[in-house]
């Protein structure tokens, strides 16, 4: 009787990508203080991660006004966002307010990349890297806008910045 090898059935069933919003690796914040500051050193980076004080135009608006930080607080992306900052760019992303909302920004040079979020007329807007309809009910073509019943939505949020990780803005040469 011939020995028939079963087949190898280790790829057919490859576990599912773990979600990248609301799944951190586990790092504590001094955990990464400590990978960030081990990356700074290694770059040789002189990338300010803040903008200071004095580089700040005087007109400049470095808060937001008190009815665009309700939105973002109730839509929790700060909290998201900062875990993303933590547990994948390793605190070497940026966040800068506005008075009409928030960006990320993380890369250097030609690889600058940004999530950003405005507030208007009580909804929450993410701009997106694509400039044409999507299958998202709430798509205006460049823009994502979420109503308040949608950005109080954790499971909406989380998907929603998951798309914004894997197709982010990229800073345009203008910027």
């Known amino acids: ?3 028939r090898q079963q087949p190898d059935n280790r790829h057919q069933s490859q576990p599912a990508k ?3 919003l609301g ?3 586990g790092l504590s914040d001094e955990e990464g203080l400590l990978i960030q500051q081990m990356i700074r050193e290694e770059q040789h980076t002189a990338r300010a991660l803040h903008i200071p004080q004095e580089d ?4 400049a608006t470095t808060r937001m006004s008190p009815e665009v930080a309700e939105v973002i607080d109730a839509s929790r992306v700060r909290q998201v966002l900062h875990m993303f ?3 994948y760019l390793y605190g ?3 966040f800068d307010e506005y008075k009409d909302g928030l960006i990320l920004k993380w890369g ?3 690889s600058r990349k940004h999530i950003w979020m405005t507030v208007e007329n009580g909804n929450l807007i993410f701009e997106t890297s694509h400039a044409r309809q999507c299958d998202k009910p709430y798509c205006t073509g460049t823009h994502h806008v979420l109503t308040p019943p949608l950005y109080m939505d954790m499971d909406v949020i989380n998907q929603e910045l998951g798309e ?6 990229y800073e345009r040469s203008d910027d």
């Open 164 to 169: 914004r990780f894997r197709r982010p803005v």
């Open 23 to 25: 799944q951190g690796h």
């Open 108 to 110: 250097d040079g030609y």
């Open 18 to 20: 773990t979600p990248i």
């Open 56 to 59: 700040l135009a005087q007109e």
């Open 1 to 3: 009787m011939a020995n």
């Open 85 to 87: 900052n933590r547990d």
């Open 92 to 94: 070497q992303g940026r």
